[in-house]
């Protein structure tokens, strides 16, 4: 699943999905915690981060890495990665920089977590702007309307 997750839509979004690519907050990752006690399969996400520090997008903050690293060591739940989505200015030079931006977040989280909980996955692009993504060291782009056409 990606896109903002409501704690209203937990349960069925964990009846649907093996992943969700949009843990946008420690309180929406809690509530997934607190939901899957009741089962015994852990689920993989990724952290949303709002690099481009758009307020009408969501996101970890990403001068807090206190609460990406409590998501992190979070039991039930898997952080494999991080994601972000370009600014809506759609700049080259301004979504350069929020995609240089997550790279240097993980790499920095990574510094400080444990082995079995790096974060492996980056995944920033989509199909307007991908090639910055891959350049920036993404590992996971979103080529919907490239592959699929516009809504």
């Known amino acids: 699943m990606i896109g903002h997750l409501q704690t209203n839509k937990i349960n ?7 992943t969700i690519d949009s843990v946008d ?21 990724l952290l949303e981060i709002n690099t481009s520090g ?34 809506a200015s759609q700049e080259k030079e301004s979504t350069s920089k929020a995609f240089a931006r997550l790279r240097k977040i993980k790499e920095n989280i990574n510094r400080q977590v444990v082995r079995n909980k790096k974060l492996t996955v980056l995944s920033m692009g989509m ?8 350049y920036e060291g993404s590992t996971m782009v979103r080529l919907g309307t490239a592959l699929f056409g516009p809504r």
Do not use: H, W
């Open 12 to 18: 069925k979004a964990l009846r649907i999905f093996d």
């Open 127 to 134: 199909s307007n702007d991908y090639e910055l993504g891959i």
């Open 25 to 45: 907050s420690l309180r929406i990752a809690k509530q997934l915690v607190k939901k899957l006690k009741q089962t015994k399969n852990p689920l993989f996400v």
């Open 54 to 87: 758009d307020k009408t997008k969501f996101g970890f903050d990403p001068n807090n890495d206190q609460d990406l690293l409590e998501a992190i060591a979070l039991d039930k739940i898997i952080v494999g990665g991080l994601m972000t989505i370009g600014p």
